[in-house]
């Protein structure tokens, strides 16, 4: 028996008619008490008892004053509590992230680092490397780690550059050997997949084979999306040997990251280049929306947020349960508004006066929202992502619970493989290029360092797709400032490390203080 309280990533344990129950609680929440006994509703609004939770009007009866919204202060002082207890969250990335921006802009003598252009171009910049760390958030999660997330980006890379390159005759650019080899390798995946129960991986893997065996003509609309088919191809083969097989995370992604590395060089040749030149894979990462587009996607967005979070607390409210007080959720709607207001208007600006003009939000800011979304919809909103924090908080207990562990740990590396596709495309199409080098050397350092700097927790159980964005724009911060600083490569990769350290060491002593006060 399962009982999950939301997708956030604490968890309890207890034993129960000896059977191992899991609870999901947000952070700052008690661990639920026995239903016969007294206790005061959870902060966050999380039912503390199964009598509750089936009949939440009883809650309400006893305790009617927490039925209505708290205050502001007493919110804040919850979230205090919460920090003091561990649950920093993504505190100390966007405080460090801040600290960058200030020490960055002081430094930078010539006013570069915090010009329109250098800040558009940073976006643009650190896009590729977030969108692969917001996929490995699900691994993360689950307690495991993909190291071949780098190289399966390269691989899907290199496989649409050369369909693109090729007219779509894959046969006539990869010879009658590999060619076989790739088509059975897909098949393959799609029959590990349908054993783990998989069953997206396992049809896009087909469709994916069969996009090559028919010759289907080269489109850059077809072409990415065979990229992320690849890469799905890669998470079935990968979660089959870590979920089914039964082999450590570590091992199997440390020799596949090797054995991708071999395939891109066999699919381009040593020295090799291939080149993309194709206007709309070209506009990804280099494009810009209109100003039009801009407003447009800024309405869209705020606009969004705001419904989400007013929509959210009425429902809690409707159904008895403590909401965020109506005072907090202005607060946090003007934010962003005027927040996004201002990078809108700021980013529609001509940014390069006298030489071309350039303006408008670049088109990876939305490509970033809309993987955002939809990320955080699938953990915080659906059965699937709570058991993906059930089996990172406890396997075993999830195990008992009922929850197919097998196929939340396949299927996470298949997620994992297919951001890490979108990330190549995005990543390609910055350099207009593919080589033998792609998806290897610090891109998966980089996107796994994203994530942990972000606040995700390298131990599973705890984590969001935000942090993930959060990360990369600190790693793109750390590296674009310290570029416009002239600074050797050396010193970025030393002060990229030692920022990764930290932000390591602060997981574990939040991990320790939570445990410590029982969190």
């Keep these: 028996m399962a009982r999950h309280l939301g997708s956030d990533r604490n968890a309890t344990t207890a034993s129960t008619e000896g059977e191992t129950v899991t609870e999901r609680r947000p952070a700052g929440t008690a661990p639920a008490r026995p239903d016969h006994e007294p206790q005061p509703p959870a902060p966050g609004g999380a039912p503390t008892s199964a009598a509750e939770r089936a009949n939440p009007g009883n809650r309400a009866a006893d305790f009617g004053i927490d039925t209505t919204a708290r205050t502001t202060g007493e919110a804040v002082r919850g979230y205090l509590r919460g920090l003091r207890s561990g649950e920093l969250g993504s505190l100390p990335a966007l405080l ?5 921006f200030v020490l960055f802009t002081v430094l930078d003598s010539g ?28 691994v993360l999660l689950t307690g495991e780690i993909d190291l071949a997330a780098g190289t399966a980006s390269g691989l899907a890379a290199a496989l649409m550059a050369l369909h693109l390159t090729s007219g779509g005759n894959m046969l006539g650019a990869t010879g009658s050997v590999v060619f076989v080899i790739l088509v059975v390798v897909m098949l393959v995946a799609a029959g590990l997949a349908a054993l783990v129960r998989v069953w997206a991986g396992a049809v896009v893997s087909v469709l994916t084979a069969v996009v090559l065996v028919v010759g ?35 091992v199997v992604t440390l020799a596949l990251f090797i054995t ?10 040593d020295g090799g280049t291939l080149a993309l030149r194709d206007p709309v894979i070209n506009a990804v990462a ?25 929509l959210r607390q009425r429902r809690r409210l409707s159904t008895g349960l403590v909401a965020q007080p109506t005072g907090l959720v202005l607060i946090k709607i003007g934010a962003v508004v005027v927040l996004g207001a201002l990078a809108t208007f700021a980013l529609v600006q001509d940014r390069s006066p006298g030489v071309i003009a350039i303006s408008g939000v670049p088109y990876v800011v939305p490509v970033v929202l809309v993987l955002l979304v939809l990320g955080t919809y699938v953990l915080d909103r659906t059965r699937f992502g709570r058991h993906v924090y059930a089996v990172g908080g406890n396997r075993e207990a999830a195990r008992r619970a009922g929850i197919d ?17 979108v990330g190549a495309i995005v990543y390609s199409s910055k350099i207009g290029s593919v080589n033998p080098a792609a998806g290897g050397g610090n891109t998966l350092l980089f996107a796994v ?44 990769f030393v002060v990229t490390g030692l920022v990764l350290l930290l932000a390591a060491a602060v997981d574990v002593l939040s991990r320790r203080r939570s445990a410590a006060t029982g969190r």
Excluded at 112 to 133: H, K, M
Excluded at 297 to 308: D, E, H, I, N, S
């Design 96 to 100: 460090g992230l801040a600290a960058l």
């Design 260 to 269: 991708w590395q071999g395939v891109i060089l066999q699919l381009i040749g």
């Design 111 to 138: 006013g570069t680092f915090p010009s329109l252009l250098n800040l558009a171009n940073l976006l643009q910049q650190g896009a590729g490397p977030t969108i692969i760390a917001m996929g490995l958030v699900f």
């Design 405 to 421: 562990v097998v196929r939340i740990r396949a299927s996470v590396f298949v997620i994992a493989s297919a951001f890490a596709a």
């Design 216 to 250: 289907v003509p080269a489109n850059p609309w077809l072409e990415m999306l065979l990229a992320v088919g690849v890469g799905v191809v890669i998470g079935c083969l990968t979660g089959f040997l870590v979920a089914r097989v039964g082999m450590p995370s570590f």
């Design 286 to 310: 280099n494009g810009n929306l209109s100003t039009l587009g801009s407003w447009a996607l800024f309405v869209l967005a705020a606009g969004g947020y705001a419904a989400v979070l007013l």
């Design 449 to 492: 360092g994203a994530a942990v700097i972000g606040g995700t927790s390298l131990f599973g159980g705890r984590g969001r797709i935000s942090n993930a964005v959060i990360g990369g724009t600190v790693l793109a911060t750390v590296q674009n400032g310290l570029g416009l600083l002239k600074q050797p490569a050396a010193v970025v």
